[in-house]
């Protein structure tokens, strides 16, 4: 048992995909998260620049004591992981080892399609990781730059043209490929989930890397008999921008009202 906050980040909206699930999965547990709003997004930063936003984020987050630290960014965790993971004396734990299990499993043609930020595709990670789990696999990569903007301006939903048409310009190598598994390999990606399977199709299985992350973290805190043991957590956000706009889309994604728990810091001074 231990009663500690799981630590969450990411560089804005996104990583609020593996906060959702970890409600879901263990919602005894206190969540504190940060967003990196100010500095979003992180895929197209250099090496260095990623790892050391990283460590800013982590170094905010160790101010709570916290038992674990979840890195729910796909390009933070393809960059800086065995970095953070090496300096820190708590668990820090990824998405993509696990999505790339998931992805390995559920493929029935070895075409698999992973879409994921320019850092994240440039690392290879989720390549090297696949094609060890299974080496047969035909992986078809491609970097997305629009779609993280797009969502931290909101534009996640059916109906809207913009996005749709991205999808469609982004996604359309996938579809000709015939790819049956598709690696949603930055956690803000499955923000456009529904956009997304509408244009692939019911055939094709998306691998939501946030998800499979929080399903990591739950399996590991119980294996180490780390579970909290209280009925109904508490959620804390923090961000390094505008409170209110976080607030709002946070509010509609988790389809809980978050105002008021909402707070904004400087991440320059960690």
Do not use: W
Not at 77 to 99: F, K, R
Not at 112 to 138: D, F, M
């Amino acid at each position: 048992m231990d009663q500690k906050p799981i630590g969450v980040f990411d560089s804005g909206l996104g990583g609020l995909t593996t906060v959702r699930e970890l409600m879901r999965l263990l919602p005894g547990e206190d969540i504190v998260y940060f967003g990196d709003t100010g500095r979003v997004p992180y895929g197209s930063r250099s090496k260095e620049t990623i790892r050391k936003y990283a460590r800013q984020d982590v170094a905010f987050l160790r101010t709570f004591d916290l038992k674990a630290i979840v890195i729910a960014c796909g390009t933070v965790s393809t960059t800086a992981l065995d970095l953070l993971a090496a300096e820190n004396p708590i668990p820090v734990m990824g998405v993509v080892e696990p999505a790339a299990r998931a992805a390995a499993r559920a493929t029935r043609s070895d075409a698999i399609g992973l879409i994921g930020t320019q850092a994240t595709i440039r690392s290879g990670a989720y390549e090297r990781y696949i094609s060890a789990l299974h080496p047969g696999a035909r992986i078809l990569s491609k970097a997305c730059p629009l779609f993280v903007p797009l969502v931290e301006n909101g534009r996640f939903h059916r109906g809207d043209i913009v996005i749709e048409t991205v999808v469609e310009e982004y996604l359309s190598p996938m579809k000709e490929a015939g790819v049956d598994t598709l690696v949603l390999g930055c956690t803000h990606y499955p923000l456009l989930e529904e956009v997304i399977s509408a244009y692939m199709g019911p055939d094709v299985t998306l691998i939501n890397a946030g998800a499979e992350g929080a399903r990591e973290v739950a399996r590991k805190l119980e294996a180490q008999d780390a579970l909290a043991q209280r009925e109904q957590g508490s959620s804390r956000y923090f961000v390094s921008d505008s409170v209110e706009d976080f607030a709002r889309l946070a509010s509609i994604f988790l389809r809980q009202d978050v105002t008021g728990e909402v707070a904004q810091v400087d991440i320059g001074q960690f």
